[in-house]
């Protein structure tokens, strides 16, 4: 099974996953001249996030993208990117270099496909959370080319999704693009996401196409809620 780090309160797990995300960073961009950071939407970043802006490094050799995006604007409050710049790039890490997915995305697939794959690779790490469905990034059970999203062949770095089960159709990573990274993290909050991630496997969600895989390193990192 996957490392677990587990931890007694939010506040503990966010402090210390922006310290590990730092530290690998500044590892990176001490063997590499750079590194690159992919991260999750939702409500239980936001603090880490806030913990990780303040890190001191290099920010300035960061490159920073977001795993998943609701076809919305940038400035919708559905936004992953309005989230991203209000939580992250501020502080030191407001000279990372950004690559959002609304924008490029509004030049289409290809376009946006271009930008992604001039991230240095493999990332540094790739931060994922998960949905009640036991979706992460954007592979919904009932989307359409989940098969697709989770070929670990898959040539694409990117692609579009409909969710059917949410609001919005998707942006997002796919599993073989998540793969190029030194190390995965999934980053959940609750009992009853704990029990979901734990059963994964078993009740094939999505998610478990990240636990089953031995080709990137997956860390679990947790706490009550």
Known sequence: MSDWHRFGSTAGLDEALAGHLARRLAADIGDYGQASLAVSGGS???????????????????????????CVAADSPDSNERLLRQELLQNRAAAARFIGM????????EALGEEIAAIPRPFSAVVLGMGGDGHTASWFPQAQNLTALLDPANPADVAETDPVTAAHRRLTLTLAAVLDSREI??????????AMLESACARGYPVAAVLEQSLSPVSIWWAPG
Do not use: N, Q, Y
């Open 102 to 109: 609304a924008h490029a995305g509004a030049d289409g697939l």
């Open 185 to 194: 993290v999934l980053h959940i909050t609750g009992e009853a996401k704990r």
């Open 44 to 70: 239980t970043p936001a603090g880490m996030f806030r913990r990780l802006s303040r890190c001191e490094l290099d920010w300035a050799k960061v490159w920073l993208t977001l795993v998943d995006e609701r």
